[in-house]
């Protein structure tokens, strides 16, 4: 397991530094520049603007801002933002908390509705639950998460007032996280539990099929047991690998929750960053977003090994 770990994260580094290609010349492609957001002022003369410019770099050819660049991000000088001056490092380190808890509790919430309802729906028989099923994995793939998330504010903030119509909690009191989180969270979870009340339905039906499970029934093994302990257990095992493929589709959907319900995140600082042309910003949050995905897949591979016996990833 410490070879394969050893492995996969060697050969990250030449994937990281495509992606890293890939960032820079989409970003420097459109025209324009940030000299005149960095300026201030729309009134600027052009000098100023050029001197701007040349206190910048810009002026250097894009493969030389490109080595700088990259130097930089090893070294861990992310450059300074153009809108406000502070570290690139430090806007981004004080965005990363509220995605990454806003990703871990759609996800616990995508798990925690999912299981039950993918168990509940293979095990029976009346074509009802299975047809309903379906239509609740087309609404998840079909509907925008951003119209679910405005009918969200419209209906539950707005006429009945039950939740903030946006915002992060300041106060840190467990009761008020929630009030704030659950919305954002139910609303970015709603995809991924399709997703995978979808999944571990077909999983559940393949599995009650195998002759371990007609055994377990056959020794009189209560219900519960032949279905968590024994069904579930093995039909877990794909979701596993799904679970590795939903970090970058959270990313994205991040990204649309955040604006949407105003959440102080990396999804929001992304989009403020390309409104303002925020260019060093824009590419260190690119960067870790992509650095994260494949540290996801990377924990979803080992864990999907750890349950899994058949798997020997040392051979």
């Known amino acids: ?71 930089g991000m090893l070294t861990g000088n ?23 808890e806003l990703m871990a509790a759609s996800l616990v919430i995508a798990l925690a509705l999912a ?9 029976r028989a009346q074509r009802l639950p299975r047809y309903l099923l379906n239509i609740l994995t087309m609404l998840g ?30 106060s840190g009191e467990l009761l008020d996280v929630i009030h ?28 009650m099929q195998e002759d371990y499970i007609r055994t377990a029934w056959a020794k009189g093994l209560k219900p519960r047991t032949v279905l968590l302990r024994h069904a579930f257990r093995n039909a877990s095992i794909p979701v596993i690998t799904l679970l590795g493929l939903e970090v ?3 990313f994205s959907g991040a990204l649309v929750t955040e604006v949407v319900f105003s959440w102080p995140g990396i999804g929001r ?23 994260l995905v494949i540290l996801g897949n990377l924990v979803a591979d080992v864990c999907y090994g750890l349950v899994n016996p058949q798997i020997r990833y040392d051979d």
């Open 1 to 71: 397991m410490a070879l394969f770990i050893v492995r996969r994260l060697l050969g990250a580094i030449p994937l990281l530094l495509g992606i890293s290609v890939i960032i820079f010349v989409l970003i420097h492609l459109p025209p324009g520049g940030p000299a005149d957001i960095y300026a201030g002022s729309p009134t600027a003369s052009a000098a100023d603007l050029a001197q701007i410019q040349e206190n910048l770099g810009l002026n250097d050819p894009l493969p030389v801002q490109y080595v700088k660049w990259l130097g």
């Open 78 to 100: 992310w450059g300074n933002s153009y809108r406000d001056g502070r570290p690139v490092t430090q806007t981004i380190l004080e965005r990363l908390p509220a995605t990454l």
């Open 115 to 123: 299981i039950p309802i993918g168990i509940y729906t293979a095990t």
């Open 141 to 170: 793939i079909s509907v925008p998460t951003f119209w679910t998330g405005l009918m969200v504010i419209l209906i539950f903030a707005g006429r009945l007032g039950w939740i903030p119509t946006g915002g992060r909690s300041r």
């Open 180 to 207: 704030h989180l659950i919305a954002p969270a139910l609303v970015l979870a709603f995809v991924s539990m399709a997703g995978f009340a979808r999944y571990i339905h077909s999983s559940m039906i393949e599995v």
């Open 248 to 250: 970058p589709r959270l």
């Open 269 to 291: 600082l992304i989009t403020e960053s390309i409104l303002g042309r925020n260019y060093p910003v824009l590419m260190g949050a690119f960067m870790l977003s992509a650095v």
